[in-house]
Structures are given as structure tokens and as C-alpha cells.
């Protein structure tokens, strides 16, 4: 079992910065492929930014490219998300998910493709 707990959220200006860190228990988690979505109020879940099992290959949507950053540090069993410039639609709670053990570099980018989530942490953006 792989427990997830987010932290980081707050409220910010638009065009700041917030870094949102995703804990891990587990002993897989250095295998396991990792990723941030978002859940905005009366819209569905959305994936945000997605990192490989060894932090080599990453990848974002479309519309957070440019301005997110996705990283992980497995000695510390901990995924981060940057976010630089925010926007007030980038306000939702984003949760960080993790699917079971995989070398596999491929882009996991679907809800469905993710066996753990964390509860969420909130971020507001003002404009």
C-alpha cells in the first residue's frame, strides 16, 4: 500500500510562484511512475504534469507547459510540482497520483492509469 500527502497549496498573486511537494510511504516508489492532476470546482480531474520512474523523462499539458515543472527526488521519496506565473484558472486542488512499479518511459497522462492518490492540496490564485 502507497499512501500519498500533499503539501505546499496556499493562495498567491497571479504571475507567482508556489512549489507543491507529494510525500510517499512505500518501497516502490522509486519504480513507480508519478503524476500531478487538478480538479477545478464544477470541472472534472484533469492531468497536469507527469515524471518516469527515474525523474528522466517527463511531460506536461498543454496548458501548463512552459510555466510547471515536475521533478522528483527518490532518496527523499518525494515528487515536486513548480509552478511559475500562475493564472487565476490554474486555481483547483491538485493531487499527486501513483501508479504501481514501471520502467516503462511511456506518458501515463489518463485518471485511470494511476492505483494511489494523495487527498489534495488547494491553490488559489487571485487575479
Known amino acids: 500500500q502507497v499512501q500519498l500527502v500533499e503539501s505546499g497549496g496556499g493562495l498567491v498573486q497571479a504571475g507567482g510562484s508556489l512549489r507543491l511537494s507529494c510525500a510517499a510511504s512505500?518501497?516502490?516508489?522509486?519504480?513507480?511512475?508519478m503524476a500531478w492532476f487538478r480538479q477545478a470546482p464544477g470541472k472534472e480531474r484533469e492531468f497536469v504534469a507527469g515524471?518516469?520512474?527515474?525523474?528522466?523523462?517527463?511531460y506536461y499539458a498543454d496548458s501548463v507547459k512552459g510555466r510547471f515543472t515536475i521533478s522528483r527526488d527518490n532518496a527523499k521519496n518525494t515528487v515536486y510540482l513548480q509552478m511559475n506565473s500562475l493564472k487565476p484558472e490554474d486555481t483547483a486542488v491538485y493531487s499527486c497520483?501513483?501508479?504501481?512499479?514501471?520502467?516503462?518511459?511511456?506518458?501515463?497522462?489518463?485518471?485511470?492509469?494511476?492505483?494511489?492518490w494523495g487527498r489534495g492540496t488547494q491553490v488559489t490564485v487571485s487575479s
Open positions: 515524471i518516469n520512474y527515474s525523474g528522466g523523462s517527463t
Open positions: 512505500g518501497r516502490t516508489f522509486s519504480s513507480s511512475p
Open positions: 497520483a501513483a501508479r504501481k512499479p514501471s520502467l516503462f518511459s511511456r506518458a501515463y497522462t489518463e485518471r485511470g492509469d494511476y492505483d494511489y
